[in-house]
């Protein structure tokens, strides 16, 4: 089974700072990733798929970049509304693993 | 509009058995595999299970796989999980989500969950 590991678990940040997520394969996925943002009680998200395809309908401000088996997910100028919790998942191989989520708070 | 909605969750047993449905609209429901996908309390999201669009591939996750079975009934628009042998451990929100077009594990969309409590 392919493993994600997603860096940080958490992070603090202010509206209008620029954050980045980590998620790291276990093993090549071949852009395989996918990037969801999930809010309290509330399904799933899909922000990015192809590791930097935005999703219709997801703002600009959300990027993603791949280097090979690590990925990121970049959010510039965050708004209020950015603030959830984000989860990877490659969708190489079944199991479809997602990464542990990074919960982006407001400081 | 695609609208996925799930039920059939409730509180239960250890050991025993439950039954998740799942109804679609809104999509054309045989062109397409489905999946669930968990989310314990306060935990992470875990993908379960998924059955292709005729059945003929399905796939589980190790931890439910000999307990847990997934099915499709095309005519009816449904999926279903029929989870038996219930552990504390099974206990989550149970998603039914589909994968985008051509995107097979990237899910598009998601049904509201439906939380299925197992304990004594």
């Known amino acids: 089974d392919i493993q994600m590991t997603q860096s940080p678990s958490s992070l603090s940040a202010s509206v209008g700072d620029t954050v980045t997520i980590t998620c790291r394969a276990s093993?090549?996925?071949?852009?395989?990733l996918n990037w969801y943002q999930q809010k309290p009680g509330k399904a799933p998200n899909l922000l990015m798929y192809?590791?930097?395809i935005l999703q219709s309908g997801v703002p600009s401000r959300f990027s993603g970049s791949d280097y090979g088996t690590d990925f990121t997910l970049t959010i510039n100028s965050l708004q209020p509304e950015d603030f959830a919790t984000y989860y990877c998942?490659?969708?190489?191989?079944?199991?479809?693993?997602f990464g542990q989520g990074t919960k982006l708070e407001i400081k | 509009e695609v609208k996925l909605v799930e039920s059939g969750g409730r509180l239960v047993q250890p050991g025993r058995s439950l039954r998740l449905s799942c109804v679609a609209s809104?999509?054309?429901?045989?062109?397409?595999?489905m999946h669930w996908v968990r989310q314990a309390p306060g935990k992470g999201l875990e993908w379960v299970s998924g059955?292709?669009?005729?059945?003929?591939?399905?796939a589980y996750v190790e931890s439910v796989k000999g307990r847990f079975t997934i099915s499709r009934d095309n005519a009816k628009n449904s999926l279903y999980l029929q989870m038996d042998s219930l552990r504390v451990d099974d206990t989550a929100v149970y998603y039914c989500?589909?994968?985008?077009?051509?995107?097979?594990?990237?899910?598009?969309?998601w049904g509201q969950g439906t939380l299925v409590t197992v304990s004594s």
């Open positions: 192809g590791a930097f």
């Open positions: 059955v292709s669009w005729n059945s003929g591939n399905i």
């Open positions: 989500a589909k994968p985008a077009q051509a995107r097979p594990g990237s899910f598009d969309h």
């Open positions: 998942q490659q969708s190489y191989s079944t199991p479809y693993n």
């Open positions: 093993q090549s996925i071949s852009s395989n």
């Open positions: 809104g999509f054309t429901f045989e062109n397409y595999a």
